[in-house]
């Protein structure tokens, strides 16, 4: 079984190894750009990781994990074009670097380009992987459609939350685990075991990146911190917050709420802080301490090994990510 490094180093050489045309440059370069900023590559990762746990030749699933990965990172490009975002990992986000008709470009050869990686893949399931992967798409489009619409939206439920990071951020682990163990050969129900804890490790792992925001200070996160209130977005916490009663803390909140960037940063401060004193940033916790215990659970129903200790590993480190 490969370590963690050893599998983040296929991942960086499949990723180096892709051939990008030369011309048009300015279609191509920002998606050299965006593949090279670093990042924890936690998708890919999934892929492989699920894929040992059943088979430990991984040459069948190396494609497929880099496919995702470009997948990913088309959405993010498009995403920071909508949320007018001018920094991702650190790095000026592409729009910001070129203009949105370049990065709006670029995104969409990189969608077409992850297809092409599947393509690639000479599997008996391929139908099935491509099958899961159209469906995904469509849900990570319904799941952004929701997220922006919910910036405008007076009362978003904490159903309507779970619904929009189950599409925008949840279903692409679950198909990353459910693609690498459908691909090593897992049976059906093993499969669904791996979609399941893919899932909970998902929605774990998005409002742990919501408590981030809240909890990280603008070097650590490589944008503004506290940039998610300003803008608006119904995060768990402050869907939570405006349930509670008035208060002089909910006022501070409703004052940053959506104010983009006429918030000044006073303001984020009191609203952060708010989410705390209301009690909104422990609630939080204790949901993604569900899913995160959730995801263990679905684990101990598969046989004890090295690479589902590795899993857990994973699960753990989505919790420690603050600690």
Sequence with gaps: MKDLASLLEIIENGIENLDYPDNPDLLYNPIRYIMGVPGKRIRPLLVLMAHQLFDENLEKAISSAIAIEHFHNFTLLHDDIMDNAPLRRGRPTVHEKWNNNIAILSGDVMMIQAYQLLLEVDHKNLRQVLDVF???????????????????????SEEDYFEMIEGKTAVMFLTCA????????????????????????????????????????????????????????RTLMVIHALSQSDSGELDNLKAVLGKGEDATQEQIDLGLLAL?????????????????????????????????LALRELTDYQLKRIS
Aim: with cysteine; charged share 30%.
């Design 276 to 308: 705390n004193k209301i009690g909104s940033v422990d609630y939080a916790k204790k949901k993604a301490e569900m899913y995160h215990s959730k995801a263990h659970a679905c684990l101990d129903r598969l046989p004890d090994s090295p690479a589902i």
């Design 178 to 233: 459910e693609v690498g163990s459908r691909m090593a050969g897992a049976d059906d129900e093993t499969i669904q075991c791996m979609a399941d804890w893919g899932l909970a490790v998902g929605l774990c792992f998005q409002l742990m990146d919501d408590l981030i925001d809240v909890l990280s200070d603008s070097d650590t996160l490589g944008k503004p911190a506290g940039s998610d209130l300003a803008q608006g977005k």
């Design 134 to 156: 159209s469906k995904t798409a469509i849900k990570v489009c319904e799941g952004q459609q929701l997220d922006i619409e919910f910036e405008d939206r007076i009362a978003v």
